[in-house]
């Protein structure tokens, strides 16, 4: 099977099982589901429910026990961990909840800091374009202790984006982050789907971060068992109580 059309990323069937001393825990349950080219989706559920492990597998940073995952149309399990590594480098961005800076580097350096691990060749005016993107392009020389929270996660932000990645998955992006900042954010999240036809795929516990995109998609026990499209904080919120009784 070839997913060619409009999915970013598709995930069909996916299987995760580990073992344990206590017999196998089942963490995602044969799901399926499609993230549009271009859109925002924000993966919701309780604690336990296998949010961020489908967040990884869809990612390729973990292999589903059965089931497949496509990347456009590249099936990931056919990809050796080389190729693999490969294509996560050229084709994927990765913000999580910390935002993994070196402290002694500038906001420039460390934006272009996994293309010097790996030997690629840095381009300055991408990167400083990528800074300028997520609005610090007056920033460029700062160190992580000058800048903001907000700040801070806007140079990962700018780090995901600099290989130009056709999705962008994000593990609790506003979690360290003050309410104003966290909105910050989410808005240039949101921009990037918007005005730039990025996709963005996000873990979040929050229903206000989730508000901000086009679907949530609700797990529980390691099951899709709903989505809400364009839904406000409260909705979702409603939502998530009920999953949680």
Excluded at 1 to 28: C, N, Q
Excluded at 50 to 61: E, F, N, Y
Excluded at 71 to 84: C, K, M, S, W, Y
Excluded at 159 to 184: I, K, M, N, S
Aim: proline share 3%; net charge positive.
């Amino acid at each position: 099977m070839t997913i060619s059309s409009t999915p970013s990323v598709y995930l069909d069937g996916i299987t995760r099982t580990y073992r344990s001393k206590g017999g196998d825990v089942h963490a995602v349950r044969g799901v399926s589901h499609a993230f549009g080219r271009g859109t925002f989706t924000a993966i919701m559920g309780p604690s336990g429910s296998g949010k961020s492990t489908m967040l990884q597998i869809a990612a390729g940073l973990d292999r589903p026990t059965s089931g497949r995952v496509f990347i456009g149309d590249t099936d990931l399990g056919r990809l050796n961990e080389t190729a693999l590594t490969k294509l996560r480098r050229t084709s994927m961005g990765f913000v999580f909840q910390s935002y993994n800076l070196m402290g002694a580097l500038t906001a420039y350096d460390n934006v272009v800091l996994p293309l010097r691990l790996t030997g690629q060749r840095v381009h300055r005016h991408a990167a400083r374009e990528a800074l300028a993107r997520v609005g610090l392009a007056d920033h460029v020389r700062r160190r992580p202790a000058e800048l903001s929270g907000g700040q801070q996660q806007r140079v990962a932000i700018a780090r995901a984006l600099l290989t130009q990645p056709a999705v962008l998955f994000a593990d609790e992006p506003t979690g360290a982050l003050d309410r104003g900042t966290g909105r910050e954010v989410l808005d240039l999240l949101r921009e990037l789907t918007d005005d730039r036809g990025q996709t963005v795929v996000m873990v979040t516990h929050d229903p206000l971060a989730a508000s901000y995109a086009h679907e949530v998609v609700f797990l529980d026990d390691g099951l899709v068992v709903g989505s809400l499209r364009g839904a406000d904080a409260g909705r979702i919120a409603a939502e998530m109580n009920r999953l949680e009784r």
